[in-house]
């Protein structure tokens, strides 16, 4: 290791003896008391990340949970449209607060542009260090589930986070087809790479309902959530439908409004994990 | 600018009166003659960019055309899975060779993986790096048309590609719920910043037709195509539909078998580009 600058936070090697693990996690804040942490990943975007851990969040946060959402993934505004949260963050200069909505603490790049529709256009460094400011200088206090939306793919962002924040576990979610793809694997791999428990895979999109003669379509394909999270040994936890009137209501900041039991055996295993 | 450090490709300033726009470029291969360079790229994940690509790919092969991908999305397989290509790419010290499958020059960092489904972990500039190489140091010849699959977002990758490569335009591809959110708008403001021409919007997963009753259902909601590229002074280009065999054909390394009529008119105005 003759070329060691000994910042581990810039290596990229798991073999160095050296290796002090625990100087890549970002330092806690002492004010904050966050019992669980879940990050929502996907090996690739647009497989409804976003909605998964509004909805986590939103099922939670109804069942009397103290929830906080922190938004990493910074391509989509989609964490503060559901809730429907337009204000700017506001913090003094060591810290930031959260946005509250229904009593679920928010924090999101989105919430820190002077225009929304304007593109992040962060080299990764700034970007993942902004994600680490939204850990360990926001105010989140006492929290039962902070929920991390992850970025998509294996990307800087999603090294950081899982490298400097304290993950419980992940939720990898995808859609029927990229289950016979390679993506699950690409996202299993990394969490394994990371040595972060997965607690399972959940399928979004796997059907709808139509609206003329109400049979089932599967505009994705037929489901393999059983036997792909077989093949990788993980947990599969639930096979989401796809439902345009939740668009809607998520686009109109309404997401406290949708009646979703599709996501309670998840959140079972998640407040038991509250007691290990 | 007393910080100046008086390389350009690593400077965010664009009011620099220094600034010297072509040295941001990568050094053409002198043996390469492409004719046009065309990037489909996306706001966020997830919409079908690399379908798109794809599919703009065989139709104009079909037609006769010399066609290139390279695939700077590094999330997913999509593009050599498509077109059934599994071979590794090979090449001397100086020079890659594309992969060529149908009469089109495929690279993709895919194809440099030992093992396919391991997570492509590098950090930014690796990655863009790599992104760049993919141009100049590979031996694509003559080229009508080279389609650059971009990765979505406005990332490290996506950046670098807009300020290293020489692009003709952009192809922006959405799908109708992300209509209506600002992710269409980060994408149109990115080219503007770039100063790269915006060919048009293409709308996927528009509907599709319940295989019961043949009526169209949409499961992302309706069509804002026609507004929202109003909205944003671009064109629109064509609305698509979702058929999962396609995906069946496409996971199947098929692609080229799938009769696809709808993105003759985008064809049309890309062989006319080539007379301009």
Same mark, same amino acid.
């Given at each position: 290791?003759?070329?060691?600058?000994?910042?581990?936070?810039?290596?990229?090697?798991?073999?160095?003896?050296?290796?002090?693990?625990?100087?890549?996690?970002?330092?806690?804040?002492?004010?904050?008391?966050?019992?669980?942490?879940?990050?929502?990943?996907?090996?690739?975007?647009?497989?409804?990340?976003?909605?998964?851990?509004?909805?986590?969040?939103?099922?939670?946060?109804?069942?009397?949970?103290? &929830?906080? $959402?922190?938004?990493?993934?910074?391509? =989509?505004?989609?964490?503060?449209?559901?809730?429907? &949260?337009?204000?700017?963050?506001?913090?003094?200069?060591?810290?930031?607060?959260?946005?509250?909505?229904?009593?679920?603490?928010?924090?999101?790049?989105?919430?820190?542009?002077?225009?929304?529709?304007?593109?992040?256009?962060?080299?990764?460094?700034?970007?993942?260090?902004?994600?680490?400011?939204?850990?360990?200088? &926001?105010?989140?206090?006492?929290?039962?589930?902070?929920?991390?939306?992850?970025?998509? =793919?294996?990307?800087?962002?999603?090294?950081?986070?899982?490298?400097?924040?304290?993950?419980?576990?992940?939720?990898?979610?995808?859609?029927?087809?990229?289950?016979? %793809?390679?993506?699950?694997?690409?996202?299993?791999?990394?969490?394994?790479?990371?040595?972060?428990? $997965?607690?399972?895979?959940?399928?979004?999109?796997?059907?709808?309902?139509?609206?003329?003669?109400?049979?089932? &379509?599967?505009?994705?394909?037929?489901?393999?959530?059983?036997?792909?999270?077989?093949?990788?040994?993980?947990?599969?936890?639930? %096979?989401?439908?796809?439902?345009?009137?939740?668009?809607?209501?998520?686009?109109?900041?309404?997401?406290?409004?949708?009646?979703?039991?599709?996501?309670?055996?998840?959140?079972?295993?998640?407040?038991?994990?509250?007691?290990?």
């Amino acid at each position: 290791m003759s070329s060691c600058n000994h910042n581990c936070a810039s290596c990229a090697s798991k073999s160095c003896s050296d290796r002090n693990q625990e100087s890549l996690l970002a330092p806690n804040n002492e004010k904050n008391k966050i019992k669980k942490i879940y990050a929502i990943h996907s090996g690739k975007g647009g497989v409804g990340k976003s909605f998964v851990t509004s909805m986590l969040a939103a099922s939670l946060a109804k069942k009397g949970y103290k &929830v906080g $959402i922190l938004d990493a993934d910074i391509t =989509g505004p989609s964490i503060p449209t559901a809730f429907g &949260v337009t204000e700017h963050l506001h913090g003094t200069k060591e810290i930031m607060y959260p946005a509250v909505k229904d009593n679920i603490k928010i924090v999101s790049i989105n919430l820190l542009l002077e225009n929304p529709s304007q593109p992040v256009a962060w080299r990764g460094p700034i970007l993942a260090n902004a994600v680490k400011q939204f850990y360990n200088e &926001v105010c989140w206090e006492e929290i039962d589930f902070l929920f991390v939306d992850m970025p998509p =793919g294996t990307g800087d962002v999603a090294l950081t986070v899982f490298q400097s924040l304290p993950i419980d576990g992940v939720l990898i979610v995808t859609t029927p087809q990229d289950l016979v %793809s390679m993506i699950v694997g690409k996202a299993v791999n990394l969490a394994a790479m990371m040595e972060i428990p $997965i607690v399972g895979l959940i399928e979004n999109m796997a059907y709808m309902n139509c609206p003329c003669c109400n049979n089932p &379509v599967y505009p994705f394909g037929p489901s393999h959530l059983t036997e792909v999270a077989g093949d990788y040994g993980i947990q599969p936890l639930a %096979s989401l439908p796809i439902n345009p009137d939740w668009n809607k209501q998520i686009d109109a900041g309404k997401i406290m409004e949708i009646d979703y039991p599709y996501l309670d055996k998840v959140c079972s295993l998640l407040i038991k994990s509250l007691r290990d």
